[in-house]
Every structure is written in structure tokens, then in C-alpha cells.
């Protein structure tokens, strides 16, 4: 045995004289850990400050007011439902009534934002229709800092639906774009109560959809970053993706009719993803309108008359008939 330890021994003495001879091999195995590690540090970080970036963005402010396109308003704040963020927004009443409308603005944006949302509003009065025009949280003129891109803006779009039934309303029917229509979407499928919508470019699945278009709103390759955001901004901030799916509430509409809105060239928010809401809910009463050339929420800017047409001739008859 001790002339086994003794070679043992020995054998390891030789290897660190070795080693000691070959300094280079442990400087680029050391050089490339430490790559490796700078490397994935570098990734994480870049991902966490993307990650909060994205969901604490610029805001946008509200430009323009209602009077501009002849229309009485009255500036009004509520409260989100569940946390009571104050919101801000505009009630545009219509003569004698008994239906409202609200609109719901998308990602990065506010009750301004979306080209249809002024005419939209101008062709809803006409027909005696009311409308609440108002920010979700962290947008616009509303309080809070943190945009959850359809998970908390649910509670925001509850407190604008109690608010219009507080004033008495009855038919009360919501416009989405974007974000704001698979918010919509998430919430009416829910509330009985909300008789119809509209929805403009909606998202399917928010994690679907943020697992396959990351890159579109970073800049960033697929890989390693989309994984590293998705996993770091629950983390940070609390966002739960899995919680914005329309797909999985569009059967909870039963009759209540719907209008989808797409444009064919539309990249950010593909139109396949309104198709497949359309084909889940399987509504005879809804209506697929897939607008050429028209990009995301584009289809107002391709044909402005068609669109108000469509919009307030559906509100009319869900509404008011």
C-alpha cells in the first residue's frame, strides 16, 4: 500500500509539473470561463432592462380633445376594479341615449393614440350613441407606472364598464385595438352584461404570441433573449402572459356578436390571429372583415367611410335594435 500511495503520489506531483510547464492551457480555459460567463451575464442583464423598458414605456400623451370634432364632453375620472388605480378619461354623451360605447386604446398608447378613435366617437353620437374615451393605467393621463400589456388592464376596462353603469347604462358595448382588443376580449367574455364588440388586431395568446414576435417589438435575436425576457419580466414586475388569452374565453360569448377587424399586411399582430378567434368562438352572428393592405389597426387609414360604416351600423343593431 505504501508503495502504491508513493506512486499515486508521484503521478499527481508529475501532472502539476506539467501544468507548471503549460501555463497557456489554464489561462485560455480560465479566458474562456470568464467569456462564457461575461457573455451570459451580459444577456441577462441586456434581457432584464429590455424586459422593464417594455413594460414601463414613454408615455403618450392625450392630444387633442373631443370639441374638436363638435362633440360635448365632460372630463371624468374612476377607479380600476380590485387595486383602485385612478383613470382618466372623457364621457361624450349623446342626445336622449340609452347605449355607450367604450374605446379601448392599444400598447404604448392612449385614448388619442388610435386614428379611428375621434371619428369612431363623431359617428357613434350621430347615430345616439355615448362614449367613454379613457387611459388604462400607466397611459395617457391615468395613474401608475406599470403597463401589463392585457393582464391588469382588465381591472382598468372593469372600472370604466362599472363606471358607465353607474351613470345608468344599460347596452353598453366596447371598441378595442390591439392590446386593447384582446383586453376586450378577456373581459367580455366574462362580463354577460357587455352586449357586443368590437375587435381591431387583437393578439390570440399573449404568450403565443410574445414567444414567436418577441424580435418584433426588441430588435433582438430569438435566442438566447425572448426565453431570458419571458422568464425575468414575472419576476420583475409580476406580469403574468398566461393570464391575456382571448382564445381560451371566446366560447364564454355564446350569441353576443362580435365584429373582428384585420388587415392582410398587417406584421405586427398577423391576421391570422383574429381568424382564429373567429373560427373558435363559432358565432353566426359575428363577422370576420379582413381589410387589403390594411397594416395593424390600419384598416380605418385604407377605407376611413367603410370602416365607420361597418363600426356604427354594428353597434346600431347589437346596441339599440
Request: glycine letters at 6%.
Amino acid at each position: 500500500m505504501d508503495d502504491l500511495g508513493a506512486e499515486l503520489q508521484s503521478e499527481k506531483t508529475t501532472q502539476i509539473i506539467r501544468n507548471m510547464k503549460n501555463p497557456w492551457r489554464k489561462r485560455l480555459l480560465l479566458g474562456f470561463i470568464r467569456i462564457v460567463s461575461l457573455s451570459v451575464l451580459g444577456c441577462i442583464v441586456i434581457s432584464g432592462l429590455v424586459g422593464w423598458y417594455l413594460t414601463h414605456p414613454i408615455r403618450v400623451p392625450v392630444v387633442g380633445n373631443p370639441s374638436e370634432f363638435g362633440l360635448k364632453y365632460q372630463d371624468v375620472k374612476f377607479s380600476s376594479r380590485e387595486d383602485n388605480v385612478k383613470l382618466s378619461g372623457w364621457y361624450i354623451p349623446a342626445e336622449n341615449s340609452k347605449a355607450i360605447v367604450i374605446q379601448v386604446h392599444g400598447y404604448e398608447g392612449s385614448r388619442t393614440k388610435e386614428k379611428p378613435s375621434f371619428p369612431v366617437s363623431q359617428a357613434l353620437v350621430k347615430k345616439g350613441i355615448s362614449v367613454l374615451m379613457f387611459d388604462f393605467r400607466a397611459s395617457g393621463e391615468s395613474e401608475g407606472s406599470l403597463v401589463t400589456v392585457g393582464d391588469l388592464e382588465q381591472r382598468d376596462l372593469l372600472g370604466a364598464f362599472d363606471y358607465v353603469k353607474s351613470l345608468g347604462y344599460q347596452n353598453i358595448g366596447i371598441i378595442g385595438y390591439s392590446m386593447g382588443a384582446s383586453t376586450t376580449a378577456v373581459v367580455a367574455a366574462n362580463e354577460a352584461e357587455i352586449k357586443s364588440v368590437v375587435l381591431d388586431s387583437p393578439f390570440a395568446d399573449l404568450k403565443e404570441y410574445l414567444q414567436v414576435n418577441m424580435p418584433v417589438w426588441t430588435k433582438l435575436p430569438n435566442i438566447p433573449f425572448t426565453p431570458l425576457i419571458l422568464y425575468e419580466i414575472p419576476l420583475m414586475t409580476g406580469i403574468k402572459p398566461e393570464n391575456v388569452s382571448p382564445l381560451h374565453e371566446m366560447e364564454k360569448f355564446k350569441e353576443r356578436p362580435i365584429l373582428f377587424i384585420a388587415g392582410d399586411a398587417d406584421d405586427t399582430i398577423p391576421m391570422e390571429n383574429s381568424k382564429r378567434l373567429w373560427e373558435k368562438v363559432n358565432n353566426s352572428k359575428d363577422e370576420f372583415w379582413v381589410v387589403p393592405r390594411a397594416k395593424h389597426v390600419g384598416a380605418y387609414s385604407v377605407v376611413p367611410d367603410q370602416y365607420l360604416n361597418k363600426v356604427t351600423n354594428f353597434f346600431v343593431s347589437s346596441l339599440l335594435n
